[in-house]
Structures are given as structure tokens and as C-alpha cells.
């Protein structure tokens, strides 16, 4: 009888596999989450007819949306400024460009102006040097 009653248990008590245990897991819960939402809607309902009782001073708050469609208007405002961060780095390179073009015409009207100073520097120099200073008559006139 004990073999028999062993292999009667064997093949009456099922072994569950980690898929069973996961789907039977994912069940319960999935269950329970129904249930909880089922009883949050009771209780809404339950107060929104003792609240219809009452002269409605206070309006009732909206249910908010569910986290999955936040989630999805999060990333949506996420997405839309990095498109604006994006634009604006875009308009600031092309600042950027026009004013190193703006930089390099300036540079290049600079170098003859650089030249043209040290050439007049270098005459006033010459010519300085041609005109004798007479010591005297700066101390007569002054």
C-alpha cells in the first residue's frame, strides 16, 4: 500500500514549474489589483452620493490619468524640450558662425591699418630725426 499511496501522491500533487508558479503569481496579483480598483470605485461612488446629499460646496478633485498615460505626457514635454534645447543650440551656432565671419572681415580690415601705423610710426621717427630740437629756444619760449 505504500507504493501505491506514494505513487497516488505523486501523480494527485502536481510539481509547479516556475512558469505555473509565475502565471499563478502574476493571477493573484493581477486579481487582487482588480479588486482594489473595484473597491476604490465603490467607495468614489458611495461618496459622491452622500456628497449629492450635501449642497456641493466643495467640487469633487478629477481622478488623476493613469501613470502610464503621465508617463507618456512626461516624455512627450521631456521630447519637446530637448527639440527646443536643440533649435536653440542650432540658432546659437549659426550666431556663432556669422560673428566669426564678422571676426575674420575685421581681422582682415586690421592688418593694413596695423601696417599703415607702423609705416607712420617709422616717418614720424625719420622726420623727427631730420629736425634738429634747439635746446635754447625751448627754454626762451617757455
Not at 505555473?20 to 486579481?31: C, F, H, L, P, T
Not at 452620493?49 to 512627450?76: C, D, E
Amino acid at each position: 500500500m505504500d507504493g501505491e499511496i506514494g505513487s497516488g501522491r505523486r501523480d494527485s500533487v502536481r510539481t509547479m514549474t516556475e512558469p505555473q508558479q509565475e502565471s499563478r503569481d502574476g493571477g493573484v496579483v493581477a486579481r487582487s489589483i482588480d479588486e482594489f480598483v473595484t473597491q476604490l470605485r465603490r467607495f468614489t461612488d458611495r461618496v459622491q452620493g452622500l456628497a449629492g446629499a450635501v449642497p456641493a460646496r466643495i467640487p469633487l478633485p478629477s481622478l488623476p490619468s493613469p501613470p502610464g498615460a503621465m508617463s507618456a505626457a512626461q516624455l512627450k514635454a521631456i521630447a519637446q524640450a530637448v527639440k527646443a534645447q536643440r533649435q536653440s543650440l542650432a540658432a546659437m551656432r549659426e550666431q556663432l558662425t556669422a560673428y566669426d565671419e564678422q571676426m575674420a572681415v575685421f581681422e582682415r580690415v586690421l592688418d593694413p591699418l596695423l601696417e599703415w601705423s607702423t609705416t607712420w610710426a617709422r616717418l614720424e621717427q625719420a622726420v623727427g630725426d631730420l629736425i634738429p630740437r634747439d635746446r635754447s629756444g625751448d627754454q626762451a619760449g617757455g
